[in-house]
């Protein structure tokens, strides 16, 4: 089992920046995928970015150039880190964090973030 729990959400004005964090605990040793995706009302769930357990990162269209996902290992965590630059109104969505062990999905409870335009 992996619990996942993310904090960093919040509003921001439009062009601002935000970090979204997401501490994964328990079975953290064979989480590989880890990653970030969002969703906004009446619209399915979508990839923001998602980095493998070797580092390698892969970025939605709509994000890329403006946004850094990156990993640690540390004290028995396992973190993902999302840093979104140049924010738009558009990147308005409750941002959900996701991990992969053992071939199981584990998502966390979500985050709301906010962009005023």
């Known amino acids: 089992q992996v619990q996942l729990v993310e904090s960093g959400g919040g509003l921001v004005q439009a062009g601002g920046s935000l970090r979204l964090s997401c501490a994964a605990s328990?079975?953290?040793?064979?989480?590989?995928?880890m990653g970030w995706y969002r969703q906004t009302p009446g619209k399915q769930r979508e990839l923001v970015a998602t980095?493998?357990?070797?580092?390698?990162?892969?970025?939605a269209d709509s994000v890329k150039g403006r946004s850094t996902i990156s990993r640690e290992n540390a004290n028995a965590k396992n973190t993902v880190y999302l840093l979104m630059d140049s924010l738009k109104p558009e990147d308005t969505a409750v941002y959900y964090c996701?991990?992969?062990?053992?071939?199981?999905?584990?998502w966390g409870q979500g985050t709301q973030v906010t962009v005023s335009s």
């Open positions: 996701y991990a992969n062990s053992d071939w199981r999905d584990y």
């Open positions: 980095i493998t357990s070797g580092g390698r990162v892969n970025y």
């Open positions: 328990g079975n953290i040793f064979r989480i590989n995928g």
